[in-house]
């Protein structure tokens, strides 16, 4: 789909590098530059307890197959005319530098816009180029409400397990780069977008905001039920001991469920019998759903719900997920290591057999500068000789 474009990755974590991952996905060729002097992209060793890996952590591999890696070191002449010169070969560059930084090093929309007119410069930051703070999802996470509402009532604020505000701006500034990419088939000019993470994570609150803006009420931590539906999102034991999670979203799907739990009669009791009396009442309801569940094994109860198109499902683990049929067609798969596409639309691009697995630090850095760069063996020589290149 994208076998022609060419993407410059100047990024780090999770944000930038998921958005050059979708590219890689879809064909296009994604070089991702590095400062060797801080071993290249910090997620490389943020290994969990236990992680036996080189510097491809388990981690660092969440969001950069497909790629080449070279690793350059910014801070010198050499270095930023290495970086100079594949930007004008280049059609998009991702950054996720501090703001200010790029400029310090010329890395900024001003400087590769001049080397090259056609680029798309898509940018992340934390709280938008003016403003100096850095930002890291789990204080995203906690500024922007989301902690707030996560967590059971009365207990601590809870950030989600995982890094959901990066995800939600790579998913931006990927809409934001199309529709760059849009504009620039139609007008031959590139330009410059930028997503912070508060305003991602902001925009993301959806009910949850307008609950406060329209409705007035400050949500509040309720586990994982839902504000405005019940029973949704409620949690209950099954007589084998697996958690089963329900998502009623209408009176006929309550009155389905009560048919099948043998409870036919509450669904018109007038404290159940409307969403928002089940909502004003939910502490009762769910103490009579706690009961009916504990008396059903989870896969007998799941697969009568199921069958009655009840909304319900066994809460797994993530070993479990992966072994799901719908896991099987996202995954990618190397000689030596498995990983998850970031792309999931239909129709899917094919994995061709060329895919890259996740690269090492600089494993592609001769190979750019002399098939790319034109650069002979002696020059590179000399380069690797005085640190701006490994």
């Not at 076998?3 to 064909?27: K, W």
């Not at 930007?87 to 950054?95: L, M, N, R, T, Y």
């Not at 505000?165 to 529709?179: F, P, Q, S, T, Y």
Request: hydrophobic share 40%; charged share 20%; aromatic share 6%.
């Amino acid at each position: 789909m994208f076998e022609e474009l060419r993407v410059l990755e100047l990024a780090s974590v999770l944000a930038g590098p998921s958005v050059g991952q979708f590219f890689a996905e879809l064909g296009a060729v994604v070089i991702k530059v590095e400062n060797p002097k801080t071993s290249g992209d910090v997620t490389r060793s943020w290994k969990g307890s236990g992680e036996m890996t080189d510097d491809r952590s388990a981690y660092f591999c969440s969001a950069n197959w497909g790629k080449k890696s070279i690793a350059i070191n910014l801070e010198s002449d050499e270095g930023r005319s290495i970086v100079h010169a594949l930007v004008k070969q280049s059609d998009i560059i991702i950054v996720s530098y501090k703001p200010g930084d790029s400029r310090k090093i010329r890395m900024d929309y001003e400087t590769l816009s001049g080397l090259n007119p056609g680029l798309i410069y898509g940018q992340i930051t934390g709280y938008g180029s003016n403003d100096p703070r850095v930002g890291y999802d789990a204080v995203i996470q906690a500024e922007a409400g989301f902690m707030s509402v996560n967590g059971e009532p009365g207990k601590t604020s809870l950030k989600m397990p995982v890094a959901l505000v990066d995800i939600l701006a790579a998913h931006h500034l990927k809409e934001g780069i199309l529709l760059a990419l849009l504009k620039k088939a139609r007008t031959g000019v590139g330009g410059f977008v930028e997503v912070s993470l508060i305003q991602a994570a902001i925009s993301s609150l959806a009910n949850q905001a307008t609950n406060w803006l329209i409705g007035g009420k400050i949500p509040q931590k309720q586990g994982s039920s839902h504000p405005n539906i019940a029973p949704y999102g409620d949690v209950f034991l099954s007589a084998d001991g697996y958690e089963i999670i329900l998502a009623i979203g209408s009176d006929r799907q309550f009155e389905d469920l009560c048919g099948l739990l043998d409870i036919a009669g509450l669904a018109h009791e007038a404290a159940f019998s409307t969403n928002a009396s089940r909502v004003a009442n939910r502490v009762l309801l769910n103490q009579t759903l706690r009961q009916c569940f504990s008396e059903y094994d989870a896969g007998t109860i799941i697969k009568s719900m199921n069958q009655a198109k009840i909304p319900a499902g066994i809460v797994r683990n993530i070993k479990d997920v992966m072994d799901l049929p719908q896991a099987n067609d996202l995954l990618l798969l190397s000689a030596d290591r498995t990983g998850v596409k970031t792309y999931v639309g239909t129709p899917a691009a094919e994995n061709s057999p060329h895919f890259l697995p996740p690269p090492h630090l600089g494993q592609h850095t001769i190979e750019i500068l002399r098939n790319s760069l034109q650069m002979s063996g002696e020059s590179i020589q000399k380069l690797i000789s005085e640190g701006v290149i490994r």
